[in-house]
């Protein structure tokens, strides 16, 4: 079973950056690849971006093209996600996970425990 621990949440101020990293303990058959989603309060968790970790092949949410960039780091079994200039509307609870790949939440079977990010105005 993966086990996944994510790191780098916190409180930051509006157009500030943050990287959030991803631990992920082992790999099994299935979990080629790592994908980033978030919850905000009372809204549905959304996808973000996802990468293969054989091919470095990614994907990305539109809203989040352009600020957000997926990484892996295969060697530390890590992926990480680099946010610049962070917008109050990006606090959520955010969520690495491992699966398939792809933009939906079902394709990802084992999900770390969440760190929270808050961005103020």
């Known amino acids: 079973q993966v086990q996944l621990v994510e790191s780098g949440g916190g409180l930051v101020q509006a157009g500030d950056s943050l990287t959030l990293s991803c631990v992920a303990y082992?790999?099994?058959?299935?979990?080629?690849?790592m994908g980033w989603f978030r919850q905000a309060p009372g809204k549905a968790r959304e996808f973000l971006a996802a990468?293969?970790?054989?091919?470095?092949?990614?994907w990305y949410e539109d809203s989040v093209k352009g600020r957000f960039t997926i990484s892996r780091d295969i060697a530390k079994n890590t992926g990480r996600l680099q946010m610049n200039n962070l917008k109050p509307e990006d606090t959520a609870v955010y969520y690495c996970?491992?699966?398939?790949?792809?933009?939906?939440?079902?394709?990802?079977?084992?999900w770390g425990q969440g760190t929270q990010v808050t961005v103020s105005s």
């Open positions: 082992t790999h099994t058959s299935g979990s080629d690849a």
């Open positions: 996970a491992v699966g398939r790949g792809g933009y939906s939440e079902y394709n990802y079977a084992r």
């Open positions: 990468v293969r970790w054989s091919t470095g092949i990614t």
